[in-house]
């Protein structure tokens, strides 16, 4: 089947403007020039430029800021999402900046919900921390952690802009033995697109965990929202 002469426009934008960030024209984190600039560079429609922008955004190339405009996307983090090792850990280990913002952190009752997915009782006491994480200045990552209570009492007396895993160690002696992980594409709401700062209804990567201690005892259910083009699921596997 032949290529549509419009089809092929914005798949031969998309691949000239693939090949100038290859070649170094814009760097990590370049803002682009306007819509209205590029599609008179190209002589093109504003549509069919959005096609062409839309593809290298599928494809981790650029991403959209929210309000601000097309930037080239920094390298993708590599993660390991079975790693003992935290986020201040392993992206630092990488050459890169991290950062941790903690925008809630209480204790409440874990109620029906979280209480079936952690074996407990609704009324046992859970803290729940909600945290912004960054890299290199920019925000990658959206994260809630839910830990029993039973398990690290007193967590809310200790700073939680940090490394999580270094603190159950350091201060609990506490690590998961052993994690469930589920890992697929989502669609962030308006809330998160705004706090990830990217275009509202974006693409994203959701990751659920739970872990247990030595027991077998569930104590610890994450969620994690990342934006696509900065990270780069990566498996170390020993056979």
Request: glycine residues 8%; proline residues 4%.
């Amino acid at each position: 089947m032949s290529i549509k002469p419009a089809q092929s426009q914005y798949l031969r934008i998309s691949e000239q403007l693939a090949g100038d960030v290859a070649r170094g024209q814009w760097l990590d984190g370049a803002r682009l020039p306007t819509e209205r600039e590029l599609a008179e560079q190209f002589g093109c429609t504003r549509v069919t430029l959005r096609q062409a922008l839309q593809r290298l955004e599928a494809q981790g190339v650029l991403y959209r800021g929210h309000r601000r405009g097309w930037f080239v996307s920094p390298a993708p983090i590599q993660y390991d999402p079975t790693r003992v090792s935290g986020f201040m850990e392993y992206v630092s280990a990488q050459g890169r900046e991290p950062r941790t913002e903690c925008l809630l952190a209480e204790r409440r009752q874990a109620g029906a919900w979280l209480a079936q997915r952690m074996n407990l009782a609704p009324s046992d006491g859970v803290f729940h921390l909600e945290r912004r994480r960054w890299v290199d200045g920019r925000a990658v990552l959206l994260e809630t952690n839910v830990l029993a209570e039973a398990w690290c009492p007193g967590l809310l007396e200790h700073r939680l802009d940090g490394s999580l895993t270094h603190l159950l160690r350091e201060q609990y002696g506490r690590q998961q033995a052993r994690s469930q992980i589920s890992l697929k594409p989502c669609l962030l709401d308006e809330g998160q697109s705004a706090l990830l700062e990217i275009a509202s209804g974006a693409s994203g990567l959701y990751l659920q965990r739970t872990c247990f201690d030595d027991q077998g005892r569930t104590v610890e259910f994450d969620q994690e929202y990342w934006r696509p083009d900065s990270v780069e699921v990566l498996l170390n596997i020993d056979r």
